[in-house]
């Protein structure tokens, strides 16, 4: 009983410990780390990415970066992905014609990225896919190579996107949501 009683108060202090670093991190994390690691001339780039590579498909990709949640959502346990899903219907990327839009997003604070596909984009490429890009772009993240993670993870994207909804000759595509990167 004792070992039970220790053992249950040390995941209580674990998590205790988790949660309060997680609450220190979206404090330390401004609207200025977003800027620190992605510089207006990176941006630039980043779209000029995001643009060669929709040449290429007819789907729709948006890259949101976000420094930190509100404290309060931090306190209430929300987690990246429901911040990601959240980014994805306000942005209108699930509200593309073809239902191929992918959002790649990132949550400097917790150090998380996600990507999240409308319907045509997840049923024709394996999710594996894309959790194998969000962990080597965080891996890249680690290492402070924030614009080369985000451009190599932009290329792998497109890729996919390339090889799943293809642009023919003749094919007109409109380009539905901006290429600019939006900071939150």
Not at 122 to 138: F, H, K, P, Q, V
């Amino acid at each position: 009983l004792r070992r039970r009683r220790r053992l249950r108060r040390m995941v209580t202090e674990t998590a205790m410990a988790g949660t309060i670093a997680r609450w220190w991190a979206h404090l330390r994390h401004g609207a200025s780390s977003a800027r620190r690691a992605f510089p207006d001339a990176a941006l630039a780039r980043i779209e000029q990415a995001i643009e060669r590579s929709e040449q290429e498909h007819t789907a729709e990709l948006r890259f949101a970066i976000e420094a930190s949640l509100p404290i309060d959502d931090v306190r209430r346990g929300r987690t990246p992905r429901e911040r990601a899903l959240e980014v994805f219907a306000n942005t209108g990327v699930w509200d593309t014609e073809a239902n191929n839009g992918v959002l790649l997003y990132v949550l400097l604070a917790d150090h998380a990225v996600e990507i999240v596909a409308d319907r045509a984009a997840a049923a024709r490429i394996d999710a594996g896919y894309w959790r194998e890009i969000c962990t080597s772009l965080s891996d890249a993240y680690r290492r402070g190579d924030f614009e080369a993670g985000t451009m190599s993870a932009i290329e792998r994207i497109g890729r996919l996107l390339a090889a799943a909804f293809p642009r023919g000759a003749g094919t007109t595509d409109v380009d539905e949501l901006p290429n600019r990167p939006l900071v939150l």
